[in-house]
C-alpha cells in the first residue's frame, strides 16, 4: 500500500529517517530585473553542503494568499531551467531555484576512471555513497525536503520566516528521481508535483542491458532497489500535475 512504499523509498534510498535538519541559508547577493527581486543563495542543507540557489520573488504584491510558492530542480542545473523560472514568475509565483548536491554548480569535474556516459560525473561519489549503505539519490532527496521546509516557512506577503505552508515541486530530467522519493516520502509537503523529462523504468534499462544507447548514470540508480519498487511506481504515487 501507500504507506509501506513511501517507506521502502526512504529505506531503499538511505533518506534520513527523521526530519532533515533545518536548511542555513545565507543571502550572497540581490539585484533586480524588471521588477522581479533575485537574491543569490546559498542554502546548507547538511554538514559542509552548501547548494548554490536563487530565489526569484515577483515584483506584484501577491497577498497573504496568493499562489503557492514553488521549488524548482533540473538535473542539469538551475540555470537550464530559467525559461521555465521566468515564466513561473511571470505568473506571480515566487522560485526557489536549487543545484542538488551534483548537478549544475556542484557537479564535480570529471573523475579519474569514470566512464561519464555510464557514471555521470558523479561516479566516485556514488561508490562512496553505496559503501555508507547510501545513495546519491537518497542524499539529493533530503536536500529537496530541506529546501522545501524552508520554502514552506517564509511568509508569502511579508517575506519572514512564519507558519510552514504547503509549497509546489517542479522538477526536471535527472532530478525527478530524487524528488518523487522527497514528494513520496514527505507527503505533506508539497501541494503538487509538476515532473517534466521524466526518466524511464530502472527495469526498461535493466533488460536493454549494458549497451543501453541513453543508460541512466550511475549516481541516479539506487541500489537493490527493484526488489521493491520502480520508478513509475512513484511517479504514480506523487500523483504529478501536467502544468
Known amino acids: 500500500d501507500a504507506a509501506a512504499l513511501r517507506e521502502k523509498a526512504r529505506v531503499r534510498s538511505g533518506m534520513r529517517s527523521t526530519e532533515p535538519r533545518a536548511a542555513r ?23 559542509g553542503i552548501a547548494l548554490p540557489a536563487e530565489i526569484w520573488t515577483p515584483a506584484a ?15 542539469d542545473g538551475r540555470a537550464e531551467a530559467s525559461e521555465s523560472i521566468r515564466d513561473l514568475v511571470a505568473a506571480g509565483r515566487r522560485v526557489l531555484a536549487v543545484d542538488l548536491r551534483g548537478m549544475g554548480e556542484t557537479a564535480p569535474p570529471p573523475q579519474k576512471y569514470f566512464d561519464m556516459v555510464r557514471h555521470g560525473a558523479n561516479g566516485q561519489d556514488a561508490y562512496l555513497a553505496y559503501l555508507l549503505g547510501m545513495s546519491l539519490v537518497g542524499m539529493q532527496a533530503d536536500d529537496i525536503v530541506a529546501c522545501g521546509r524552508w520554502l514552506a516557512s517564509r511568509d508569502a506577503k511579508a517575506d519572514v520566516i512564519g507558519e510552514p505552508r ?50 541512466l548514470p550511475l549516481a541516479s540508480l539506487v541500489h537493490g532497489v527493484l526488489e521493491d519498487y520502480d520508478l513509475p511506481d512513484l511517479v504514480e504515487l506523487v500523483r504529478p500535475t501536467a502544468d
Not at 25 to 47: C, F, H, N, S
Not at 61 to 75: S, T
Open 25 to 47: 541559508v545565507t543571502i550572497d547577493d540581490a539585484r533586480t530585473e524588471k521588477g522581479v527581486r533575485i537574491e543569490r543563495l546559498a542554502i546548507e542543507t547538511d554538514q
Open 61 to 75: 504584491d501577491r497577498g497573504a494568499a496568493g499562489p503557492r510558492d514553488i521549488l524548482c530542480v533540473d538535473g
Open 166 to 215: 504547503q509549497v509546489d515541486l517542479f522538477a526536471v530530467g535527472l532530478a525527478v528521481i530524487p524528488a518523487v522519493h522527497a514528494a513520496a516520502v514527505h507527503p505533506g509537503l508539497f501541494a503538487t508535483t509538476r515532473l517534466e523529462d521524466v526518466p524511464r523504468s530502472w527495469s526498461s534499462y535493466v533488460e536493454e542491458g549494458p549497451l543501453a544507447p541513453r543508460p
